[in-house]
């Protein structure tokens, strides 16, 4: 064969070779591209939490991230907002305003207790109008192990001297102050108090010319007990989302009531569940420092138990609650004055899964009250309960009880409220609902309206 036709014929061989590569090429970059793509996108939904497209498509979110409660989770930071929902907060009086005020002051005691250790979880203390209880209270969380590292947030609604003075002699941590500048407690003559022309009780609005939807029940709302619910909601979106303090938070905050005494090693206990939920229940949704039963004292076994969100010492994080508030619709409708028995009933079902927490066999926490949280304060009807003697405390109380190599049992049967119960009633205002469910959007819109 000539030269000329060798050349010719090796040249066309390679021309061939590279033509066979590139046809090669085309669909292995294709499988490249799309690899990088989805890998993208799955890196993408994980640092969201993991939530469904229509919950990615949120109106406002906040860039920053951290890891949170020593999970190592990013925290999932979208705001489910329903942009037909115009959020109206009422005109607020010189004592709200004064009161608002005061919300913005920073935490005392931080002289003495300059630093919050890494770790460290910041507790919320929610209250009413039950100073006995609040004395037994402070007076159990002084003695707790660990206090000085925490910072403790005491949730008033609204405003009581007695209980004020209390916690201002709060000495063995950090302390901050909030008041529900919306309570119906703070409003003699207008909504969200008693308003001229409002129903009362079960009143036939077309018959007396007044004004208020009933309930379930026929029954019209009740100042008093609506501030239970009010409370509860205003208290968790201030504290998550309208606080220097805790709006970058993105840790564990444990959430403790007025009749709730805490034992010696509760922070700890706290501390060591934390730590140990991602890796012994990575389902679970939060901790709790007793069992869901408020008169059980726990099983004595020797392993972790997960079982239903109970109401005493419960503690979740940003991620957690982020799943709550983009529930506020189902939370703020559900005709229910009861915040627990609405989130039992409505919010908790409504994630598709059973919520479990995490707890260890013994509690740590107990509730000691027997009067209700708005009984007792008038002159005729005197709480005279002042809890001592409701808490028996053993010297393994005193301690952490709580070992990493314990297994854990998980009480499947789910006792109590459950979906399908539609309520005690109480909640049927339609005022009520839009404020509610306005305290859901005040912190992630501008200047919400006054009525």
């Known amino acids: 064969m000539p030269a000329s ?16 590569l ?7 970059i294709l499988v490249v591209v799309l690899t990088v793509l989805v890998v993208t996108e799955l890196l993408r939904t994980s640092s969201r939490g993991g939530l469904p497209p229509s919950a990615r498509r949120s109106s406002s979110s906040s860039s920053s991230t951290r890891a949170g409660g020593g999970n190592h989770s990013v925290a999932q930071r979208k705001i489910l907002l329903d942009p037909d929902f115009t959020p ?18 920073p935490a005392r005691n931080t002289a003495r207790f300059p630093a919050l250790p890494d770790g460290h979880l910041k507790i919320v203390l929610y209250v009413h109008n039950r100073p006995r ?50 309570s119906p407690h703070l409003f003699p003559d207008a ?73 010696p090693n509760a922070y700890r206990n706290a501390q060591l569940l934390v730590d140990l939920k991602p890796k012994k229940c990575p389902g679970c949704y939060a901790i709790n420092l007793a069992p869901s039963d408020v008169k059980a004292k726990g099983e004595g076994w020797e392993s972790l138990v997960a079982e239903k969100m109970g109401n005493i010492g419960y503690a979740f994080n940003r991620t957690v609650w982020r799943k709550i508030h983009a529930k506020a619709k189902q939370f703020c409708a559900f005709d229910e004055y009861n915040w627990d028995i609405t989130m039992w009933a409505t919010v908790y079902p ?58 854990v049992r998980i ?41």
């Open 88 to 105: 109206r907060l009422p005109r607020q009086s010189p004592l709200s305003l004064s009161l608002s005020a005061r919300n913005a002051l």
């Open 5 to 20: 036709a060798s050349a010719s014929t090796s040249s066309s061989s390679h021309h061939h070779h590279r033509v066979r």
């Open 350 to 407: 409504s994630f598709g899964t059973p919520v479990y927490s995490l707890r260890g066999p013994r509690r740590s926490a107990a509730h000691f009250g027997k009067c209700g949280l708005h009984q007792g304060q008038g002159s005729s009807n005197v709480c005279v309960d002042n809890g001592s003697g409701a808490v028996d405390l053993e010297e393994i109380d005193k301690i952490p009880n709580i070992k990493a190599d314990w297994p």
């Open 411 to 451: 009480i499947q049967r789910q006792e109590g409220y459950q979906a399908g119960f539609k309520g005690w009633g109480g909640w049927g205002d339609r005022r009520d609902r839009e404020l509610c469910l306005s305290f859901a959007y005040m912190y992630h819109v501008k200047d919400p309206s006054s009525t």
């Open 133 to 182: 209880y609040l004395r037994l209270v402070v007076d159990s969380l002084s003695r707790v192990k660990g206090i000085g590292e925490a910072l403790l947030i005491v949730s008033h609604d609204g405003y009581f001297p007695e209980m004020d003075k209390i916690v201002q002699g709060i000495d063995f941590c950090q302390v901050k102050q909030i008041f529900a500048p919306y």
């Open 191 to 263: 909504f969200p108090g008693v308003t001229p022309g409002d129903c009362q009780s079960k009143d036939n609005a077309k018959e007396k010319g007044c004004q208020g939807g009933p309930d379930q029940y026929g029954n019209h709302r009740s100042p008093r007990i609506v501030s239970l619910k009010h409370h509860w909601w205003w208290m968790m979106n201030t504290v998550w989302d309208g606080m220097e303090e805790t709006k970058d938070f993105d840790g564990h905050i444990l959430f403790i009531e007025e009749d709730h005494y805490i034992f």
């Open 22 to 28: 590139r046809s090669r090429a085309v669909p292995l």
